[in-house]
């Protein structure tokens, strides 16, 4: 498997869902932010690596869905001036070429979605993106990477902050707490073995003298029983019911760096969201990647009828 040179996140917008529009939905909007692996794994928790970007708006010459005008506020009227899509397909090729490679899009949900309609307008444009182009779905790789877990910001954010680089220091007075000599370590060890050999029945209640102390009759084993489910049933009783995990961008945006999405159901601004969860999952999500990518021309397009 190549080592991925350049990462390019990648989202669209549409005309609607291709279910409610018998599979002739159309691209309206598209981003593509690029990025090096280099770069990436340079950059800090929080932050973003210096990037190359393309963002078009299209004229899809279909209706544009009503609730899809409103979430991203791109109306037919809006882009009634704008390029079609076939009009800036050279462009898109041109982007992607110019990247180092091997290049590799990564796109939330892809699979299902991203990847195919793209390759659809490349098909109603009788023309091809390059072949070698990968592909990664990072819907599933946060999922194998996180499911489970408790992985979110505050761990991420410590984990940070806690790094061997900044508790290691050859000053003594900053860190005067931990200047124990030998002798005091000496001291340290004893009483540790001291309380060692302290048993649980030294610490019973000392008050009651140990010939006052009532010999307790053994339970029976239907009474032990009956106290072992009770038990269990105490327990089960506690246990917090467990949440369905998600994995839609703005949630994993939100866990992961503790941040609202900020224009939503716009291209370019879930490419960057994407990309900082990318930064935030970089140790896992690079090797996951790396692992798990495939060429985009494994993926079939949208079937239109």
């Known amino acids: 498997m190549p080592q991925i040179a350049t990462y390019v996140f990648f989202d ?3 005309t609607g869902l291709p279910h409610q529009e018998r599979n002739r939905t159309k691209v309206i909007e598209l981003s593509f932010v690029a990025t090096s692996t280099r770069d990436i794994q340079k950059t800090s928790f929080g932050d973003i690596p210096p990037v190359s970007k393309l963002t078009f708006v299209f004229n899809p010459q279909r209706s544009i869905h009503p609730k899809v005008s409103e979430l991203t506020g791109l109306s037919n009227d809006l882009l009634r001036h704008a ?4 009009q800036k397909i050279n462009s898109l090729v041109t982007f992607l070429e110019e990247q180092q490679k091997p290049v590799c899009l990564v796109a939330h949900n892809g699979n299902i979605f991203d990847y195919k309609l793209l390759l659809a ?14 592909c990664v779905d ?12 408790s992985i979110d910001y505050n761990t991420l954010k410590t984990s940070t902050v806690q790094s061997i680089n900044d508790i290691m220091t050859d000053d003594e007075d900053e860190w005067s707490d931990l200047n124990v000599s030998l002798e005091e370590w000496q001291e ?3 009483i540790c073995l001291s309380l060692s050999d302290i048993s649980c029945e030294d610490l019973s209640d000392t008050s009651v003298s140990s010939d006052k102390k009532k010999p307790k009759s053994k339970p029976s084993n239907d009474n032990l029983r009956k106290k072992k489910t009770e038990a269990i049933k105490r327990v089960m009783d506690k246990k917090p019911t467990v949440a369905k995990e998600c994995y839609k961008l703005s949630v994993l945006y939100k866990r992961l760096l503790n941040r609202e999405e900020t224009n939503a159901h716009r291209a370019e601004a879930d490419c960057f969201m994407l990309l900082y969860c990318v930064v935030a999952l970089k140790n896992d999500f690079l090797p996951w990647a790396e692992n798990s990518c495939k060429t985009l021309t494994e993926i079939k397009p949208l079937q239109r009828y």
């Open 12 to 14: 669209l917008e549409t």
């Open 83 to 86: 390029p079609t899509f076939q």
């Open 121 to 134: 307008e490349f098909e109603d444009a009788g023309m091809s993106l390059p072949y070698d182009l990968l």
């Open 138 to 149: 990072s819907l599933i790789g946060f999922r194998n990477i996180l499911k489970g877990t």
């Open 188 to 190: 340290i060890d004893e």
